[in-house]
């Protein structure tokens, strides 16, 4: 193991919301998560692959670069997770993650920095950037190399300890043919009334990789203070989402007021940062709702409102739910009851049509020279070789497990003018 890589497994081992009994569980990685550590400079940066979970560590003030190799075909999404810690932390407004683009020669595709902000204590804060092929942007239309830079800034005041980083990034084809080059107006904005029904009882997971899939309704849960939980709703293009929630009431003779109790914060599929809200407590009911979103259209990446421009594209959209540590400290450390309230507005449109395969969008793909249609027949071949294949190896793997017993195969134990 080289001398980069061994420090890096000592600053992950310490990184992140450390986790005692009764405790919220910590932030948790895919299996098979590759570990990864950014270059000082451009030219050190280590290759990402798309679509695959990095885990990385950042210092205070410290800026990490990873090199990107973009075709010219495909616009790209970079997102960084970063987990502050440890819980005990402190932490002001302005400690931020900053995620940038940048082209071979140092140019500035898009950037996004985001703060801890109100909620100060550990939690996850995501930020995105994406290289848009647009003729606005003529360097950053070229395939070749490109640049993701994670910078870190850090309050005088706050504590200097390292942080966690979940790193990632997606492609998405353009569209094939033209089409409408300004976003949508005039989508519903008038809260629904709120989902019929008794909540159903759910556990949020403890970030982007375990999220708990939620549908329409109402749903309920306990969260403890200092925890993210995380949940995923599907969307699909034409779909407008409405989020409320708040705290239940407690029995509690302690008098107290917590003015960012809960934390509610949406983030698109490729881990944009869409909108938040914030509720009170007070030991009684509160709630708190995101403001009305534009139903998710392709067009919206050309809004100059943040918001709209992330209801971008079709998938599951994320949302995390925080509460503050100060809740546990006012009224105790214990568990919260808390709910969640869902509605899913307008009629499916279809896919807009992709100049290639876009699966993770629900994206269809133009197949105007029959490439989909030969594709689809191969897969089709294969398919049916596949499982012919199966049933064989099931045979023989039948055969050798009669002949000796016990043993057996071995199983395997996430703007567009901005």
Same mark, same amino acid.
């Given at each position: 193991?080289?001398?980069?890589?061994?420090? =890096?497994?000592?600053?992950?081992? +310490?990184?992140?919301?450390?986790? !005692?009994?009764?405790? $919220?569980?910590?932030?948790? @990685?895919?299996?098979?998560?590759?570990?990864?550590?950014?270059?000082a400079k451009a030219s050190d940066g280590p290759v990402l692959k798309a679509d695959t979970a990095y885990r990385s560590v950042i210092k205070p003030?410290?800026?990490?670069?990873?090199?990107?190799? =973009?075709?010219?075909?495909?616009? +790209?999404?970079?997102?960084?997770? !970063?987990?502050?810690? $440890?819980?005990?932390?402190? @932490?002001?407004?302005?400690?931020?993650?900053?995620?940038?683009?940048?082209?071979?020669?140092?140019?500035?595709?898009?950037?996004?920095?985001?703060?801890?902000?109100?909620?100060?204590y550990a939690h996850?804060?995501?930020?995105?950037?994406?290289?848009?092929?647009?003729?606005?942007?003529p360097s950053c239309r070229q395939p070749g190399t490109y640049y993701m830079v994670v910078e870190r800034e850090s309050e005088a005041d706050s504590t200097l300890s390292d942080w966690g980083l979940d790193l990632r990034y997606s492609t998405e084809p353009t569209r094939a043919g033209a089409g409408p080059g300004t976003a949508p107006t005039g989508w519903p904005s008038a809260s629904p009334a709120p989902p019929a029904g008794a909540p159903r009882q759910v556990h949020g997971g403890t970030g982007f990789h375990d999220a708990t899939a939620l549908s329409d309704g109402q749903w309920k849960d306990a969260?403890?203070?200092?925890?993210?939980?995380?949940?995923?709703?599907?969307?699909?293009?034409?779909?407008q989402l409405f989020v409320s929630g708040g705290l239940a009431d407690i029995v509690t003779t302690k008098d107290g007021y917590v003015g960012t109790a809960l934390s509610l914060q949406l983030y698109n599929p490729v881990r944009g940062p869409v909108t938040g809200a914030s509720a009170p407590f007070d030991g009684?009911?509160?709630?708190?709702?995101?403001?009305?979103?534009?139903p998710v259209a392709y067009e919206?990446?050309?809004?100059?409102?943040?918001?709209?421009?992330?209801?971008?594209?079709?998938?599951?959209?994320y949302l995390a739910v925080s509460l503050s540590p100060e809740v546990g400290q006012t009224f105790g450390n214990t568990s919260y009851g808390m709910t969640l309230g869902l509605t899913v507005r307008g009629t499916k449109k279809p896919a807009p049509a992709y100049a290639g395969p876009a699966p993770d969008f629900g994206g269809e793909s133009s197949a105007g020279d029959g490439s989909m249609e030969r594709l689809?027949?191969?897969?089709?071949?294969?398919g049916t070789l596949l499982v012919a294949g199966l049933g064989v190896w099931t045979l023989v793997a039948r055969r050798r497990a009669a002949a000796a017993p016990g043993q057996g195969p071995q199983g395997f134990g996430p703007p567009g003018a901005r």
């Open positions: 193991m080289g001398a980069a890589a061994a420090a =890096l497994c000592v600053l992950l081992a +310490a990184a992140g919301p450390g986790h !005692a009994a009764g405790q $919220p569980s910590p932030y948790r @990685f895919p299996p098979g998560v590759q570990d990864v550590a950014g270059g003030g410290g800026k990490l670069y990873f090199r990107l190799i =973009l075709d010219g075909e495909r616009d +790209a999404y970079a997102s960084a997770v !970063a987990l502050p810690g $440890p819980a005990d932390a402190t @932490f002001a407004y302005g400690d931020s993650i900053r995620v940038s683009i940048q082209d071979a020669e140092g140019g500035s595709c898009d950037s996004q920095r985001r703060s801890i902000g109100s909620a100060q996850p804060v995501a930020a995105y950037a994406y290289r848009a092929l647009r003729t606005s942007l969260v403890r203070p200092g925890e993210t939980l995380f949940y995923k709703v599907p969307l699909d293009w034409g779909q009684r009911r509160k709630e708190t709702a995101l403001d009305p979103l534009a919206n990446r050309y809004s100059s409102s943040d918001e709209t421009s992330a209801m971008r594209v079709g998938g599951s959209y689809a027949a191969l897969g089709i071949g294969s």
